[in-house]
């Protein structure tokens, strides 16, 4: 039996509801899983977790997209709140066709966005229609 868990404001969880879940890990457990749709395409990787330490909050997932073998690869800044984390299939699903990534803010590892650029995080959650975590 699958149950979907929202624990709070973040991302979602899918888990095996007949044993224990993964309420609690280790970020670095969600390095490289990929990040697919409803449809199954595979979007990218998560690369990096984004803490708001002073909130005690998770503000991101950072998405690589693109490239090969790790060059020239797009990052992008994924809500948290954006995603759901399935732990049968060890990937995260995000509702959003390849499409959306055209035009979503952006950047390159060595060009992060400025934590301080309020206007960047706004237009992030714009664009992924999401509630800004810090509300």
Sequence with gaps: MMANISPGEGARIDINASGPGPRLMTADTLDGDKVVNRQGDTLGKVTDIMLDVPRGRIAYAVMSSG?????????????????TLDTERKCFVLDADKSMFENAPGFDKDHWPSDADMGWHQSVHQHYKTRPYWE
């Design 67 to 83: 490239g090969f073998l790790g060059m020239g690869d797009k990052l992008f800044a994924v809500p948290w709140s954006a995603l």
